[in-house]
């Protein structure tokens, strides 16, 4: 295929992390970092430039942490 362009899909991504004050919270605080990042929109100023954005929140509590993708 002499002369055929490769396909290539540009991607980015969006990360969003909190700190939560027990383990037990770790899946809602993470939810609700994907939840930011929808509301503020953190991912549209990447449409132009980019094919996608992936979309992640991370959650902490001491040395453990939850990550969760949209």
């Known amino acids: 295929m002499a002369g055929s ?4 899909l540009l991607q980015v ?4 992390a909190k700190y939560c004050k027990a383990q037990s919270q770790l899946k809602e605080s993470c939810m609700r970092a994907i939840e930011q990042i929808d509301d503020k929109m953190y991912a549209i ?3 132009d430039t980019y094919d996608e954005a992936l979309c ?5 509590f001491k040395k453990r942490c ?4 949209k």
Request: net charge positive; charged share 30%.
């Open 5 to 8: 362009k490769k396909l290539r």
């Open 13 to 16: 991504g969006v990360v969003h």
């Open 45 to 47: 100023e990447f449409e």
């Open 56 to 60: 992640y929140g991370i959650s902490f």
């Open 66 to 69: 939850i990550v969760m993708k």
